[in-house]
Every structure is written in C-alpha cells, then in structure tokens.
C-alpha cells in the first residue's frame, strides 16, 4: 500500500502565515479604501482637458472625483504586487502581469510604428492626397520627384509578410536578410565613430597638464594643475595594462604578466562601474513603484496634503 504524500509540517506553517498576512492585508486595504480614500483619483477641468488635482483644488471644489483612474490606479497596483509576487516563487499571478506587460508593449509599439513609421513614411510618399484625406490632414498632397523609390521597401515589407504563410514562408528570408545587414552597417558605422573613435580620443591626453594663464598685468605664467596630471597619468596606464592584458603574442610573464594583472584590475573596475551603474538605473525604476505604491495608490507618504483635502 503506498504512503500518500503529505505536506512537511514547516511549510504548512510557512503557508498559513501567508494566508494570515493577506487577510490582514486585505482588511487594511478595505480600511484604506473605504474610510481613508486611498487609491481614489480626483481631477480639475481646465479649458476642456482633465488633470489631476491639487490641494488648492479641494479648497475651492473644483475637484472631481474620476472613477476610470481610480480604477486605473488599483489596477496598476494589482499588476505592481503581481510582478513583485515573483519574489516570492513563480506563480500564476506574476505569470498573468507579465503576458499582459509584454502583450500590450508589443501592440502599443506596432501601432506607434504604424502612424509615426509606415502612414507617413511609406503610404504618405507613394499616395499623398489619400493619406492627406483620411489620415494626415496637414500632410503635403504633391509627391516627391523619386517616389517611385518607396516602392522597394514596400515590396519588402510585403515580402515579409510571406512569413505568416506555411509555404512561403522562405520568401521572407530576403527581406530580412536585408533589414539585419543594412541595420548592421549603419549601426557599425555609428558605434565606430560613438565609442571606438571617441574612447582613442579620450586617451589621448596630456601627462603633464601646463596650461597658460595670463595675469591681469599681461605677463604669461605656467601653472601645473597637479591632480589633473595625475588623473591623465592614471587614465594612460590603465588603458595601457588593459591593453596589455589581450595582448596574447607575448607570454604574460615577469613584467607583462605584472601590467596584465594591473590590466585585469581595471577591467574589474570598470565591470564594476558599469554594473553599478546599471542597478543604480534599475534601483531608480524600483523606487518609481513604491512611490506610487505607497503614494498614489495608498496615500501613506504625505498624508496632510491628500486628495480628500483634510
């Protein structure tokens, strides 16, 4: 006779303390609601256009209260809990914001790239006055002396479009091969000039920094700004030992092996930057959410100057 499979006793304890707190969160949360106003959205009228209002606003009872962003607003921080559920585990609720998140990113992005990209650039060269008719009433009517030429990238992107069809679907590999290689060159060309370029053009620099001050009687003196030599310095042999380190033709041994670890340390150095950098940006976005979480959905950071004007 097999054992049924029975839950350890630590977990169910785990899992009842969850389902303690959500109940108390839940009951907060109806308190906030109901008796404090939180997540509640007022909005000020001003020359036909809504804004949020003000704490001037209640004073003088031109607030109104906006039953479409209230309920944005408790959406919003139901999707925000959705996606902070993941630290947690993986669960269905952080499963479900997610497909919502990248569904409605993909289709916002297709239709901005349809009326910013495909109306005015592709239809609005080829056939002017129907796009001036219907789509762009400010557009010109009169077409380009090579219109013709928007043409080709038409018939691409109808090509492209080959690939929804199980059978032609190898037609749409032209297009594409096309698309990648011309974005490859252009942006080559772009990263030489931005990054390459600019990085051997801000090695380049002085040693010894003495640059010429003239007094207020005329005579020309030469000061040494000491620290700005010493970073130029620093900023060379950093550069150098870096360069050191992935230069394979010589095995790192004695002195070169002694720059390559100096080379190594730097780029540790600027790994570490640049991924501090990156969590600081990603820390910024985190701190956006608990301000709304706490702010405009709760009303917990400031509340003498809430929405009910008390």
Request: charged share 10%; net charge neutral.
């Amino acid at each position: 006779m097999a054992e049924t499979a029975s839950i350890p006793e630590d977990k169910r304890d785990f899992s009842k303390a969850w389902a303690v707190f959500g109940l108390v969160f839940a009951c907060w949360l109806l308190y906030q609601a109901i008796f404090v106003g939180a997540g509640s959205a007022y909005v000020t009228e001003l020359d036909g256009q809504y804004f949020n209002a003000t704490h001037n606003d209640y004073v003088t009872g031109s607030a109104v209260y906006s039953p479409v962003r209230s309920l944005g607003i408790w959406v919003s921080a139901f999707l925000t809990l959705c996606v902070f559920s993941f630290l947690y585990r993986d669960n269905p609720f952080y499963k479900f914001s997610e497909s919502i998140f990248v569904g409605i990113s993909a289709g916002y992005w297709m239709v901005i790239g349809f009326w910013t990209v495909v109306i005015p650039n592709l239809f609005g060269k080829i056939w002017p006055k129907w796009i001036q008719s219907w789509a762009m009433p400010g557009a010109p009517t009169v077409r380009d002396e090579n219109w013709w030429m928007y043409l080709i990238p038409l018939i691409l992107g109808g090509m492209l479009l080959w690939r929804l069809s199980p059978r032609g679907a190898w037609i749409a590999r032209w297009p594409l091969a096309f698309i990648i290689g011309s974005t490859a060159g252009i942006r080559l060309v772009g990263f030489i000039q931005a990054d390459f370029l600019s990085q051997i053009r801000s090695t380049i620099k002085p040693v010894i920094v003495v640059p010429e001050v003239t007094d207020a009687v005329g005579t020309v003196a030469s000061v040494s700004p000491f620290w700005q030599s010493v970073q130029n310095l620093l900023l060379v042999l950093s550069v150098l030992s870096a360069v050191v380190y992935f230069f394979f033709s010589i095995e790192h041994t004695g002195f070169v092996g002694h720059v390559s670890r100096v080379g190594i340390w730097v780029l540790m150095v600027t790994f570490g930057a640049a991924f501090g950098y990156t969590v600081m940006g990603r820390i910024a976005l985190l701190a956006i959410r608990f301000e709304f979480l706490f702010d405009d959905w709760l009303w917990l950071i400031d509340p003498t100057n809430n929405r009910l004007g008390v």
